[in-house]
């Protein structure tokens, strides 16, 4: 941590910062330069953080140099972490193809929408039955009747499941169904949500905040690390810009540089970046290029009735093309798809 | 609602979107163009949002004319609402100075957080007892023993409170105490929490989101007014931009913007759009000129102790400018301060 | 400036950075913390900036402390600036108003916008020769022509001419018949262009760049001013952002920030920051309120006609609250209009 | 072209609106909603664009349906287009490499840069002369010295040369030396230097603005080709946000999106995007595989002395993962690498 004195900063000024940061503790060296002085501090630095540093007489500015994640933090752990759901791996040397539609609508329809995706080489089925919408007169999911047909679905193909939870009173009864975790862009700074599946005992897949920084991305799987669950899988969604051909903008860099600090899988997902389905296979085969270890895209087997986000569905049409490059693409990146598990391995 | 088809559309593509339109009993006009065709769309907007028209073949683009809000929208309520707040009004005519410390931390300094706020004209008090915050390791707020300092300062001083929550399992607790509650920016898609809000009884605060639209703030009004409560006042506070000089960019036209578009009060709080002590006063002054109903604005007996934002609180030595400007300025623009209370009005 | 080391930097890669500033006649002070090092650097952070640190074995980040501007800056001349065109101050306790029409389209809508903003209490008169637009295929401005028709007008009306220059190789003509040159938000980074204003003797106006830091803004101003003209004005017009219920989203805060750093001008053009005639009002009360030197206001005669920017003029029936407001308001924030001058003073 | 009229509209406006539209030579056609009357324009879109239908009364919206660009588009010319540099074809089909110093500094740093960037299997070389730099005091190019080294390595090397021009007064002198003309992204909307360039007679390539809509880059390309040059080719160079993890946001999704839009060959550079050296294999493996037609890096023999962009640019031990991604990847994606070419073909 560095403070920077102001030009019309006093001795006494940086003698205070000293002398604070001494009581605290830490050590603090001066460093005086032609118009400005800056103080480097040693030490704790979550004491420092009580210290209100920046609101001292003659501080100009605050520079923290390590960052305030620690449990999920590359520094003191090199090896990239590998999450495993209901079997299926998703990590280094992998590449795992999670699919399935937006939401759970009916039986027929999610049952169909997990063949599309196994078929292409998903081993991880997604499907929502709590659904965060912009607005309260839109469809919301089927709730507990949707979890129980992603059950079913789950018996017959053997593809564990991904859903999502948006609410902290839910947390107890999805977790029953489900067998990963999901929380979403809207949710990503929902810190009671998120401890509430830090305590669930169950995998967790952290959507990056529609407008968040990687930094806060890392603090949001912190707050599910700091309850004793490391299983977080990050993911990257695109992010809010002025750009308005797509959705979002996918961050793809987001991926290497979140795998650089921390061990955590990080994956993408190609549909609501782009929210446009001709963008959905171009962009998949940029996340495996660029070394994500996984891929979550949306499946519908009849978009035109679907009732959340047909646009950026994939359809039968597309899935061909889908299934070829999920097993091309990842060895150039020295990767394998992960295979589908043959049965249900309890979540 | 306009569908716009591609240039290759087929005239049996442009049939189908006619049936389709009448099928859900709206009519359907063609305009055909140069390169383009266009169809507008006259009916019941909601049954079109399930025909899923921009999943159909040969459609472009589908363009939505009017807005998604209709319970806070002016358009059927062409005259602006007043809110009441334990008996204090937020609303046209007058302009109300919500003030006080960012956290309640100590019965004394939340006191005397109160003290200096109502000396500068404040009718009503602001304090966190439960604190969002990025970081686990952080003060995450007192909980209920802050509530119950804020309901002794009230008591004390006759100023009702407005005190966050971000919990929806916390609302039926914190309504106990608070005369309005307050949303944050994280918050304001955790629909869940809205809904909760939307039952409790009490006015509602809404922050517009951290990147989010005027649209979408507008939105989360919709979701608490749906459950039946239209005590909802506005909250500007910045929105995230590339510009790193300020903590976020105070979006003063969003302002007379949302005056426009809805009949709630529209509130600004200059604390947390600079994030800087020496931006307060200037953003005061922007947002009363520019017609805001009302400012929230974070003041600290001892900033340099503060457990949360310290550095943007406003401090005893830019009371007396407070005091002044707050009186001085509203009645340029048509309004005048609104009083602080006599006594405590029950919330 | 300081260098932080990465956790896995050796000795000698320290040592090499401490030699690195050594050579380059600079002193570093190395504080050695738990993860990391830094070193603070002392010198000529001129000569520091040709060592690329940044590219050094071990080197993490380096971060800058002092501003990289240095004759705009305050920190050697805490006096703020007056500009003075044609003899009108810009500047600390005035607010001058700016008028006119987007662009000088024929002799009599110039001069009658012209009259309008004379009568609503401007003293410079805005107007367009050379447009930048989007599309090849939009107006582009009268050329010589226009400046011809402004040069009539400043004759007719007394009030020096504020027109843009958008090609280094116009810099000459358009100096010969304006009194302050306006470089536009599309050239703020047009450095050719910069050097070509700094060396026409002429004041010059600078917007802010669409997308432009505070910091890039006050980098163009420097470029101006390294040419030996420091008669330079800061010209917040909206940023990029977004939200599209506006053409660009207001930076206000912008306003006070800048003035903290640079000793030059800040003024606020409300016209193109909403995009939106019923915004220019409201966001000129906000302009004043937080102290901007001036504005600057497109008006015209008859904007159902106007070849440019037609929607965000004032027109005959804004006059009126427009001449009440910037008589009112100036003095709450400790200033009086400028007023207009009496006769035409030579540019 | 869509009207879109205000809820209070009144007969009179629409008649309006369909008068000012006939008179224009075009048709109208009424579709009357519940709450909303909109109006679809069928006929020239350029005289309808003078007719200031956004300022008529009753008009609360005009949106464009088609695009604003013709020469550039996709929609009368669907086969994509191939740009020959110095013979060297970018375009579908291949993927050309284009790589050397960002600056020329000396003649031996540019040979050596060119003879790493061709064993990588470069085909043009890339290398400025020009610099636009945000400060003033920094290293802002050799100049036509620059521009002779850059053609006596041309000579020995056989590389065709890409460099930037800055100043419309340049362009000719720039065009002397080079095979393609840069564009560079704070010029993307400098307008007389588009049109300079589109006189010229050499292939251009013009990087996307900072914060530069897709459109808006389209426009920028109208602008060289209305003036008779379509050898123009695109380059996606990252836009600015709020993430500051990178220098800029690389938005990959641009590429099929503009793919999509414009015939023109679409390009990447991944050095400036992430800014970072440890992102520039990833992101040009994220670029290939989301089919760019070529990608632009910066190589430097000796980064650590460079005097621009150091930090971002490959060095020796980078070259052989790069010679073998150019390789392996475009044949995932049905492209092949474009072979260097034997020897100088005159620009």
Known sequence: MVVVMAPEATESDIDNIVALV?????????????????????????RFGTLNLRGQRGVSDVVRISAPYKLVSRENHAERSVVRVGGVPIGP??????????AAETPDQ??????????????LLRGGAFKPRTSPYAFQGLGEAGLKILADVRAETGMPIV?????????ELVAEYADMLQIGTRNTQNFALLQAVGDAGKPVMIKRGMSGTIEEWLMSAEYVAQ?????????????????????????????????????????VDPSHSGGRRDLVLPLTRAAIAVGADGVII?????????????PQALVHADMAELAELVQAL??????????????????
């Open 163 to 171: 859903t999502e939870v948006v609410d902290a009173r839910d947390v």
């Open 93 to 102: 040397g992998t590449m795992t193809l999670i699919a399935g539609p937006c």
């Open 298 to 310: 949306d499946v519908h087997p009849h978009p035109e009735t679907a009732l959340c986000d047909g």
């Open 22 to 46: 001494g009581a605290a503790g830490g050590e603090a060296f001066v460093s005086r330069g032609v118009n400005r002085t800056i103080v480097g501090l040693v030490g704790d630095i979550e």
């Open 110 to 123: 999610t049952l169909q929408g997990a063949l599309m995706a196994k078929a292409a080489g998903a081993s």
């Open 227 to 267: 309850r004793g669950n490391l299983d977080v899988v990050l993911c990257e969604r695109g992010i809010r810009t002025y750009e308005k051909a797509t959705r979002n903008t996918l961050d793809i860099s987001a991926v290497p540089v979140a795998q650089r600090l921390s061990h955590l899988p990080v994956i």
């Open 330 to 347: 990842p060895p150039v990146v020295g990767r394998r798809l992960t295979p589908a598990p043959e049965k249900v391995v309890a979540g």
